[in-house]
């Protein structure tokens, strides 16, 4: 059964700073592994989705790395800004079933 | 290209009545999952649905269940509800055969 971690579950930052967020697994087998940012009340937004075979993906000041050998994931925000002020989660599918298995989120505060 | 699309927005219904909730994926995506979002539980698999069948289904009650019709789209349908039942449901689809999962708005339901 797999399991996914996120710890702290919250985070407060200046604006301007980099930082990084943490998602661990217990489940070398996954497919892939997808990042995603929910604001309070609404649907997910996929940010990241990072293959197995992949060992990091980028798209603007975001950057998410999978190191499946030691079941982790980080995602890197550069240069946060209030705007990135969100609950980040991760995400893993387990197999040919493809139901994704979520961490329970950072709650980032990005302060002005 | 319109993403996924799910309605009603918000529902309130009372104990022991029944809900429908109602999910068109993104043109071309043929799977389609549901989660359920509770207050404090984070985000849980409930059913996958691919090419009209179900292919797989989360640790609910058989009170949860649904079905996806000829054009994708689907339909959850909660019985017996209960105030537990509270939540923020998000429909998720993707093609076949692909992992990454696009996600639409969410319908808060409220059962009092």
């Known amino acids: 059964k797999q399991e996914v971690t996120q710890i702290p579950a919250a985070l407060s930052v200046p604006e301007g700073e980099n930082l990084v967020l943490n998602c661990s697994f217990t489940?070398?087998?996954?497919?892939?592994l997808q990042w995603f940012r929910q604001d309070p009340g609404k649907g997910l937004t996929s940010l990241l989705l990072?293959?197995?075979?992949?060992r990091e993906q980028t798209s603007g000041r975001l950057n998410a790395s999978l190191d499946k050998s030691s079941g982790r994931s980080t995602l890197y925000i550069a240069a946060s800004q209030p705007g990135d002020s969100a609950t980040y989660l991760c995400?893993?599918?387990?197999?040919?079933?493809?139901?994704?298995?979520f961490g329970k989120g950072i709650t980032l505060s990005v302060r002005p | 290209e319109a993403g996924v699309t799910q309605s009603p927005t918000h529902l309130i219904k009372t104990r022991g009545q029944q809900a429908t909730l109602r999910c068109s994926p993104i043109?071309?995506?043929?799977?389609v999952y549901w989660y359920q979002q509770a207050l404090g539980l984070g985000l849980q698999f409930l059913l996958w649905?691919?090419?009209?069948?179900?292919?797989n289904r989360g640790n609910f009650p058989p009170r949860f269940s649904g079905r996806q019709f000829p054009n994708y789209s689907s339909e959850l349908n909660v019985n017996a509800l209960e105030l537990e039942d509270s939540a923020l449901y998000l429909c998720?689809?993707?093609?076949?055969?692909?992992?990454?999962?696009?996600f639409g708005p969410g319908t808060r339901l409220t059962v009092t």
């Open positions: 998720a689809s993707s093609p076949m055969g692909h992992y990454e999962q696009y």
């Open positions: 489940d070398s087998a996954i497919y892939n």
């Open positions: 990072i293959q197995s075979s992949q």
């Open positions: 995400a893993a599918p387990l197999g040919a079933n493809s139901k994704l298995t």
């Open positions: 043109s071309g995506h043929t799977s």
């Open positions: 649905y691919d090419e009209g069948e179900e292919r």
